[in-house]
C-alpha cells in the first residue's frame, strides 16, 4: 500500500515563500469581497435616501418608499385643516412638493426655515411625513439641505432664506 504524504508538507515543499505571500492575499482579498457583499446586501434595504424636491420629481421616488425630502417650507403654504394634521409644501426654488404630517411640530419649524421631513410618496404625489426636523438656531442647516439648496442659488451660509 503507497504511502501519501501529507497535503501541508506538500504544499510547504512544492511552494516558495513569494508563492505562499501571494496565495495568501489572494485568500484574504477573496474573504474581504465576500465580507463587503454580505454587507452591502444586508444594508441594501436599510439606507435612507435623501433628496431635494427638484430631484425627487426628477428621479420619480417610487410611492412607499421611504426616504429623506429636505428644503425650505414655502412661505404661505402652511394649512391647518383641523385637528393635528398640518399640510405645507417644502421647495428648493425649482419645485415644491406638498407634504401632510400629523404630529406634533417641531418648535421651530415656520416658514422660510430648512426642514428635512421623513416618510414616503403617497400615489397622489403628497409626501407623506412620519417625522419633521427643523434646523435648531439661526446658522444651522442640515448639510445636505444646505448643499442641495445651494446648487440651486437659493441658500446663502449665514444669510437668512430667501
Known amino acids: 500500500m503507497p504511502v501519501f504524504p501529507r497535503p501541508e508538507a506538500y504544499i510547504t515543499r512544492t511552494m516558495t515563500r513569494r508563492q505562499r505571500r501571494v496565495a495568501f492575499l489572494v485568500g484574504a482579498l477573496g474573504v474581504a469581497t465576500v465580507a463587503t457583499l454580505l454587507l452591502v446586501l444586508a444594508l441594501g434595504d436599510q439606507v435612507l435616501y435623501f433628496y431635494s424636491p427638484s430631484e425627487a420629481?426628477?428621479?420619480?421616488?417610487?410611492?412607499?418608499?421611504?426616504?429623506?425630502?429636505?428644503?425650505?417650507?414655502?412661505?404661505?403654504?402652511?394649512?391647518?385643516?383641523?385637528?393635528?394634521?398640518?399640510?405645507?409644501?417644502?421647495?428648493?426654488?425649482?419645485?415644491?412638493?406638498?407634504?401632510?404630517?400629523?404630529?406634533?411640530?417641531?418648535?421651530?419649524?415656520?416658514e422660510g426655515q430648512g426642514v428635512v421631513v421623513t416618510g414616503a410618496f403617497r400615489e397622489d404625489g403628497v409626501f407623506a411625513a412620519s417625522n419633521v426636523l427643523a434646523k435648531h438656531d439661526e446658522k444651522y442647516m442640515p448639510p445636505e439641505v444646505a448643499r442641495a439648496l445651494k446648487d440651486k442659488g437659493v441658500w446663502n451660509e449665514g444669510a437668512p432664506p430667501k
Open 57 to 110: 420629481k426628477a428621479r420619480n421616488v417610487p410611492v412607499g418608499r421611504t426616504v429623506n425630502l429636505g428644503g425650505l417650507v414655502s412661505a404661505g403654504s402652511i394649512e391647518r385643516p383641523g385637528g393635528i394634521e398640518v399640510r405645507f409644501k417644502v421647495t428648493d426654488g425649482d419645485a415644491e412638493v406638498p407634504v401632510t404630517y400629523s404630529r406634533d411640530l417641531p418648535d421651530l419649524f415656520r
